[in-house]
């Protein structure tokens, strides 16, 4: 299957020194190379999103993604291209 005919999932998570997200990474790494063959991880990442008072907030991240066998259709709705809003982690 050509590459460009390939959908990737990207994951991005607060670089924070707290065991919920070392673990959730951990859990993600595993499920993504036994699922989908592989995954690559780039570590400390600049990042930023908006607070609910609107005002930016600077943040480091942690990205993995992998490359699934799945294609998308033609016609995609706008709304599936949407990304929800940032959850907190405990």
Do not use: W
Request: without cysteine.
């Amino acid at each position: 299957m050509p590459l460009l005919e390939r959908a990737r999932v990207e994951v991005y998570l607060p670089d924070l020194p707290r065991a919920a997200y070392y673990n959730l990474l951990d859990e993600l790494t595993q499920e993504f190379t036994y699922t989908f063959g592989g995954r690559t991880i780039i570590h400390g990442l600049d990042g930023s999103y908006l607070s609910e008072a609107g005002s930016p907030i600077q943040d480091r991240i942690n990205l993995i993604y992998t490359d699934t066998p799945y294609a998308f259709e033609e016609r995609i709705s706008p709304q599936s291209h949407r990304t929800p809003t940032r959850s907190k982690l405990r």
